[in-house]
């Protein structure tokens, strides 16, 4: 019996390790079209290139919640958004790097929430599971659901965000599938871009450049779409932090 309980107790201490493990993997974001956010626990802290290779840390920008946090996104300009559990909260900053909590901007959904992003325009992607729903905001700061039809992926989701106005990247493992909405608002996938990492992969953030970066433990790796339409790392452009 003695030895019974040792190994349960031995087995709960494992798998509380590993969860904490897991929680506590760096999270990245392109944010305002400038900076690479990465967040751990609570922090984040932004870095800034100019030539694409060297990422500098940016002195009194870094975001602090005073709260709990699963995931944090772009939204719009200056605005972003903290997941914790199934609301999410939005915070804007000042050209001086001070943030300040948007009062009555809160998101909280009826469903638990697995991973959020800015998708287009007010609209976010909301997904649970392999499903992906999508709400929008008003100038009252109230959401409602959006225009676009939920999209439902036909594999396993790791991962979801959005590259571009009305296309979202799933990542299933190292393998990002792209896909596209059509004016008639079905769910379209686009042959021939899939992303299939060397590493394994963390995190996943979509630079307005055309550039991907891809994190795999403490580095980032960057891809970009070639002359000949397939994805290419970019030597010599390593971010590790």
């Given at each position: 019996m003695r030895k019974i309980l040792i190994a349960s107790l031995s087995l709960i201490s494992v798998m509380l390790f590993t969860g904490c493990n897991n929680s506590s993997k760096?999270?990245?974001?392109?944010?305002?079209?400038?900076?690479i956010g990465i967040r751990e626990g609570r922090t984040v802290k932004f870095y800034d290139t100019k030539d694409q290779k060297t990422w500098n840390y940016s002195p009194g920008k870094d975001f602090v919640s005073p709260e709990s946090v699963d995931e944090v996104f772009h939204f719009i300009g200056p605005y972003i958004?903290?997941?914790?559990?199934?609301?999410v909260k939005f915070y804007k900053t000042n050209a001086q790097g001070t943030w300040d909590y948007a009062t009555g901007k809160d998101l909280t959904s009826p469903a638990d929430i697995d991973n959020v992003f800015h998708f287009s325009g007010n609209a976010i992607g909301i997904r649970k599971g392999r499903t992906i729903r999508f709400a929008e905001t008003h100038k009252d700061g109230k959401w409602s659901p959006g225009i676009f039809k939920d999209f439902t992926s036909p594999t396993d989701v790791d991962g979801a965000f959005s590259p571009l106005s009305n296309y979202i990247g799933i990542r299933n493992g190292r393998t990002i599938k792209f896909y596209s909405i059509t004016g008639q608002g079905s769910w379209t996938y686009i042959a021939g871009r899939d992303f299939t990492s060397p590493d394994d992969v963390d995190d996943i953030c979509y630079l307005n450049t055309g550039t991907m970066g891809v994190l795999n433990g403490r580095t980032i790796k960057f891809y970009r779409v070639n002359d000949?339409?397939?994805w290419a790392y970019n030597a010599g452009g390593d971010f590790s932090f």
């Open positions: 760096p999270q990245i974001f392109y944010f305002n079209y400038r900076y958004g903290a997941l914790d559990g199934r609301t000949k339409g397939a």
